[in-house]
DNA sequence: ATACGTTTTAAACATACGTTTGAAAAATCA
DNA sequence: TGATTTTTCAAACGTATGTTTAAAACGTAT
């Protein structure tokens, strides 16, 4: 072998088993007997179990960061001067994560899904590392969703964002779990893509509905959603 | 004290730092010390650690189950013959959780966050647990949800179904990670009520959202999604 | 009071974990 | 080549986990 791919031997497996189980769940052996390496190369290559976490997240995030900041950047230069539109901004991020990872299709789903663990699992040590070190295009992506959503108040966005994370990072990181209770066979297979693009219309259209607190709720009235 | 408080004692400790720190993360000896009650107190009561895990969510879902499918019964026959909307039946189902803990704010909290949990974290023997105890209420809101959404096709629901839950069980289960990320002191706080006032007719929009698959992206043209 | 089933307790169990060690092996460079 | 650094390896370390044990304490009915 080239030089020493052990240390992505050993980022690949500990990717997956963390996808697939968690971070508390997958044990150091686990993911230096799949890695075919031995134990302690994962504290001589990355010193403890937290950095092997750490590293694991930065390897896909750092060049997604940087991918998406140029899709931001593309997008508002060819909407010149003017905001752009909630979903080209959810477009544009979501074709830089599927962009990312157009070698494998698993690539895009095991990147999901640990997001999403990312946030479920209290790991304050992963929290604050993915605060720092990444920030910047967090905070341009929240600007964008501002500027494509001027009516709602700061609270509402607020909490809408969080439900547009939920349930992009749930679906994604959900294995199949909800699969099966949800429908015992349907033979419908679907690729992440497909998934996105029926996301981005459920998100658009939630983060733009009516303002709540309004309606009341009699029988038999149609609810006050658009459409 | 009356009788035997131990098992309850316990069931309250696993449940709040269950919710804290997900299953793994937490050990018998924090739940016992907690509780104020013997190690082994745990394998005398419940037999094992999963059947504890299993236990706290009986707890709480077999009266909840209960409620909702009354909550059901009433929906069905106010609105006499005719399918509930789909903001009733969400309704019908938030107003549930809420009126089942309506003495402690903090136990809806609990209850959502330990729901996100049951799916994020793979734990199999919980999975096989639901599916096959409260697996008749949850058929019954899928009905509903189909009856209250007759436009789409089967698979199209089936995602969308997928985003609800996902909007849900996330934004419930997030501890305060995504709060710190996304906003460094908003200083609102807000109620686990106020959060499913918003949070619903976000997923009704997003149900109800025009059908995707249609709108090519160019730009500067406004999203297809209504208004 | 005594006997009996239930519950609690302290201690130990076996196992698995993350981490460390020191020597062997491989790679690098003089 | 020989010297030196880097990497691998088997083994052990200390700690924490879930679980079991056997005796003690308790409650209750005879």
């Given at each position: 072998m080239a030089q020493s791919d052990t240390v992505d031997r050993i980022l690949d497996a500990a990717e997956e088993l963390f996808a697939d189980r968690g971070f508390a769940e997958t044990s150091l052996r686990m993911i230096t007997s799949r890695a075919k390496v031995n134990l302690a190369a994962v504290n001589y290559h990355f010193g403890s179990k937290k950095s092997l976490i750490q590293a694991v997240f930065a390897r896909f995030l750092t060049p997604f960061s940087a991918t998406a900041e140029a899709a931001f950047d593309d997008l508002e230069k060819s909407c010149n001067g003017k905001a752009p539109t909630l979903n080209q901004t959810l477009r544009a991020l979501t074709e830089s994560a599927v962009r990312m990872h157009?070698?494998?299709?698993r690539g895009i789903a095991i990147f999901m899904r640990l997001l999403g663990l990312a946030y479920t699992q209290s790991q304050g040590h992963l929290r604050k590392f993915l605060e720092q070190e990444y920030s910047e295009p967090f905070s341009r992506f929240m600007g964008l969703l501002k500027e494509a959503t001027p009516e709602l108040s700061t609270v509402d966005r607020y909490w809408r964002i969080q439900f547009m994370l939920g349930a992009t990072a749930f679906t994604m990181s959900s294995n199949e779990a909800l699969r099966d209770i949800l429908v015992n066979k349907m033979g419908v297979e679907t690729s992440v893509q497909e998934i996105a693009a029926r996301l981005v219309p459920f998100l658009a259209a939630g983060m733009q509905a009516k303002d709540p607190m309004l309606a009341p709720m009699p029988c038999d009235h149609e609810s006050l959603a658009v459409l």
């Amino acid at each position: 072998m080239a030089q020493s791919d052990t240390v992505d031997r050993i980022l690949d497996a500990a990717e997956e088993l963390f996808a697939d189980r968690g971070f508390a769940e997958t044990s150091l052996r686990m993911i230096t007997s799949r890695a075919k390496v031995n134990l302690a190369a994962v504290n001589y290559h990355f010193g403890s179990k937290k950095s092997l976490i750490q590293a694991v997240f930065a390897r896909f995030l750092t060049p997604f960061s940087a991918t998406a900041e140029a899709a931001f950047d593309d997008l508002e230069k060819s909407c010149n001067g003017k905001a752009p539109t909630l979903n080209q901004t959810l477009r544009a991020l979501t074709e830089s994560a599927v962009r990312m990872h157009q070698r494998s299709e698993r690539g895009i789903a095991i990147f999901m899904r640990l997001l999403g663990l990312a946030y479920t699992q209290s790991q304050g040590h992963l929290r604050k590392f993915l605060e720092q070190e990444y920030s910047e295009p967090f905070s341009r992506f929240m600007g964008l969703l501002k500027e494509a959503t001027p009516e709602l108040s700061t609270v509402d966005r607020y909490w809408r964002i969080q439900f547009m994370l939920g349930a992009t990072a749930f679906t994604m990181s959900s294995n199949e779990a909800l699969r099966d209770i949800l429908v015992n066979k349907m033979g419908v297979e679907t690729s992440v893509q497909e998934i996105a693009a029926r996301l981005v219309p459920f998100l658009a259209a939630g983060m733009q509905a009516k303002d709540p607190m309004l309606a009341p709720m009699p029988c038999d009235h149609e609810s006050l959603a658009v459409l």
